[in-house]
């Protein structure tokens, strides 16, 4: 597809360097990739059952359902990670590639393509950042759980530049009509009330950045490069990079599974989404500002 590989390792071309990416220690996937290689996929499940945020469950890209996915399509699935939109929409698609920071993530979703007997998904280790593939060359891109982590590097000053900065890249690469979807949290979710934000502290979200930046280098002595936002924010941030044609879904219960992909602004879907507990039209209105994650479809 594109002759400027750095390397090939065990047919995974690179278009950088390797950047592990996970919570469980690199050591343990690299073990478990070799279980699936000497053992077998029975004796992985048995010793390492969701330890890496791996799913064969398929449902993860029923968001698929609000984009007209038609049967010829080309689709570049970016920090793919262990592949679970990648297999799903492979059955659907013409062609898959998945791209990720992480070479084990992509030997993972090699090996899991290859069981499945998916032919037509090619996996690549690169930072989107790098530009990977030439202009105009996908139907569909996928960043689902990416954004965020896309401030997390050295070459821009600022995360937000650098979030614009891939989705510039990702409209390039998309063909004229294409499409481009993102799963994300918002950054106002009162489910950041009781869990972490991806700094892995409390309430950094929902700070003035700058007040985040200090509380984090006080912290944890980096600074805060994991950047979310309220719906304004992403469509601000989406007009930046040039994309004008922007529709925000709400995700029920969430982006990693979306159940339910209802319409912004239809309130009676999201009563029924909450079965019906909320009636009151304000209290929905005001509820999606502080609802957990969006499903945003943007079109070239
Ligand atoms: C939260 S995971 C999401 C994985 C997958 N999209 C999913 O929904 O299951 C984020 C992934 O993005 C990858 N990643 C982070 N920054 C990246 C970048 N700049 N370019 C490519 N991949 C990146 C990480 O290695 C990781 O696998």
Do not use: C
Not at 83 to 97: D, H, K, Y
Not at 228 to 252: C, D, H, M, P, Q
Not at 260 to 284: E, F, G, Q, T
């Amino acid at each position: 597809m594109n002759a400027n590989y750095k390397k090939i390792v065990e047919g995974i071309p690179f278009f950088s360097e390797d950047r592990y990416w996970g919570k469980a220690p690199k050591e343990e996937l690299e073990r478990a990739v070799e279980v699936i290689e000497k053992e077998g996929w029975d004796e992985f499940r048995s010793r390492f059952s969701n330890k890496f945020d791996q799913t064969f469950e398929e449902n993860r890209a029923d968001w698929r359902f609000v984009i007209p996915l038609a049967e010829d399509f080309r689709v570049l699935d970016v920090g793919a990670g262990m592949g679970r939109i990648s297999i799903p929409l492979a059955r659907v698609a013409s062609s898959v590639v998945a791209l990720d920071g992480s070479y084990l993530r992509m030997k993972f979703l090699k090996l899991r393509a290859e069981k499945e007997g998916l032919k037509n998904i090619e996996v690549y280790v690169g930072d989107i950042l790098d530009k990977p593939f030439g202009k105009e060359s996908f139907d569909l891109i996928v960043m689902n759980g990416l954004l965020e982590w896309v401030g997390a590097t050295e070459r821009f000053h600022d995360p937000r530049e650098a979030q614009i900065a891939s989705l510039k890249i990702a409209k390039d690469l998309l063909k004229k009509g294409g499409h481009l979807y993102i799963g994300i949290e918002n950054r106002f979710a009162l489910a950041y009330l009781r869990g972490r934000d991806h700094s892995g502290l409390y309430f950094t979200s929902y700070m003035p950045r700058f007040v985040a930046n200090i509380y984090m280098k006080l912290r944890r002595g980096r600074s805060y490069d994991t950047y979310t936002y309220t719906k304004s924010g992403y469509e601000k941030l989406l007009r930046e990079a040039g994309f004008n044609n922007i529709e925000f879904y709400l995700t029920y219960p969430g982006y990693n599974l979306p159940r339910m992909m209802i319409p912004y602004d239809n309130l009676n879907a999201l009563s029924y989404a909450l079965h019906s507990i909320v009636h009151s039209s304000i209290l929905l209105w005001l509820y999606r500002y502080f609802f957990f994650s969006f499903g945003i479809v943007v079109q070239k």
